[in-house]
């Protein structure tokens, strides 16, 4: 088996014979899983435990697999605190072609149908922790005078600090992490504002003339409009930096230059 997660793994079941079996077989195998019967449980759970990876039902007491997907994915990863990449394996009884397509068009990473393999979920999960593990670290994003820092939730342009709003950061989260792509304005009303059908709104048009203006007060241009299509940041890509490197990189020379002076 591969490297096991330290953080837990959710498992939201409705069903207690179901739930009770792959909380006890995951325990078995090594992983740390916590339970959720309900939509509110899950949701909880998520902000409390930051879980490594969500396996779900779709039928739900008080909600829908689809719509904790959604939830998840519309995090912005810093106020609430939970991870908006965080993998979900979607584990239901509906195996139609359009509740699969539903799934993946809402944004799970996986989909298993009811009755299942358990030793084919085991592995579904290791490789889902694999491809999360591969990820790049979340670290400083710096596109030309453009610095975000996720960790802080701070945004400077030229040095100067930029006040957001917490849609227009969430907003700017999601273009910055493929600045060259073009995101069409139905994904971004789905993983930004949480819209669960395509909608004719203005909310991305007036949240990111607003965004424009904000960060443009020195002349710089981000936030392009895509005629007809939607957004994208800017014509060129990011370097992430890693606040741990880039620190001592800055002692080092710190230490470099007080050795010259005391020289």
């Known amino acids: 088996m591969s490297q096991l997660p330290t953080a837990p793994l959710l498992v939201v079941e409705d069903d207690e014979l179901t739930r009770s079996f792959l909380v006890e077989h995951l325990a078995a195998d090594g992983y740390d899983p916590i339970a959720a019967g309900s939509m509110e449980e899950a949701i909880a759970a998520l902000e409390r435990a930051s879980p490594c990876l969500v396996l779900s039902d779709l039928t739900l007491p008080d909600g829908s697999g689809l719509d904790l997907v959604a939830r998840i994915r519309a995090a912005d990863g810093i106020v609430s605190r939970v991870d908006p990449a965080t993998p979900v394996l979607l584990l239901t009884g509906r195996g139609s072609e359009m509740d699969r397509v539903r799934g993946f068009e809402r944004g799970c990473d996986d989909y298993l149908v009811k009755p299942f393999s358990y030793a084919e979920l085991r592995l579904r999960i290791a490789s889902l922790l694999r491809r999360a593990d591969d990820r790049p670290a979340a670290g400083i ?27 227009e950061y969430a907003l700017l989260l999601a273009l910055v992490r493929e600045p060259l792509r073009v995101f069409p304005k ?35 241009s981000f936030v392009v409009n895509v005629w007809g299509v939607g957004y994208r940041l800017v014509d060129a890509a ?20 007080a050795g010259r002076v005391a020289a």
Do not use: M, N, Y
């Not at 975000?148 to 709003?165: I, K, Y």
């Not at 001592?248 to 230490?255: E, I, K, L, P, S």
């Open 238 to 257: 990011p370097a992430v930096v890693d606040a741990e490197a880039s620190a001592a990189g800055a002692r080092g020379t710190a230490d470099a230059d």
């Open 141 to 167: 994003v710096r596109i030309g005078a453009l610095v975000l820092d996720p960790s802080q939730r701070s945004v400077t342009v030229r040095g100067d600090e930029v006040a957001l709003t917490q849609k």
């Open 186 to 220: 139905d994904e971004l009303l789905r993983t930004v504002w949480g819209f669960r059908v395509a909608a004719v709104t203005r909310t991305i048009d007036s949240h990111a003339c607003r965004l424009r203006r904000k960060l443009g007060v020195h002349g710089d």
